[in-house]
Nanobody, 126 residues
Framework: QVQLVESGGGLVQAGGSLRLSCASS????????MGWFRQAPGKEREVVAS????????YYLDSVKGRFSISRDNAKNMVFLQLNSLKPEDAAVYYC???????????????????WGQGTQVTVSS
């Protein structure tokens, strides 16, 4: 079983930055595809970014491309999401997710992921 714990959320001014972290208990973290999702009140959960097991392949939601960056440190069993130039519409609970299939593909649907963290709140003031 895999446990995921997010941290790093908080309240920032528009234009500011945050760095989200996700720590995994998985023994084979380096074989997992990892993703970040977000969900705002009254909205569906949406993919923000995904990264393949090696880190060589990435995907970004069009609205965050160029502002957010996903990365991973397999030696530490961690994945990160750097959020720059934050906008009020970025405010949401951000979730870390893991898929255990060994592949270099990135995954962009909720159904693709096996394990989820509890989320960390990102609030952006204008």
């Amino acid at each position: 079983q895999v446990q995921l714990v997010e941290s790093g959320g908080g309240l920032v001014q528009a234009g500011g930055s945050l760095r989200l972290s996700c720590a995994s208990s998985g023994r084979t973290f380096s074989s997992y595809t990892m993703g970040w999702f977000r969900q705002a009140p009254g909205k569906e959960r949406e993919v923000v970014a995904s990264i393949s097991r090696s880190g060589r392949n990435t995907y970004y939601l069009d609205s965050v491309k160029g502002r957010f960056s996903i990365s991973r440190d397999n030696a530490k069993n961690m994945v990160f999401l750097q959020l720059n130039s934050l906008k009020p519409e970025d405010a949401a609970v951000y979730y870390c997710a893991a898929d255990l299939r060994a592949s270099e593909a990135v995954l962009t649907t909720i159904r693709s992921y096996d394990y989820w963290g509890q989320g960390t709140q990102v609030t952006v003031s204008s």
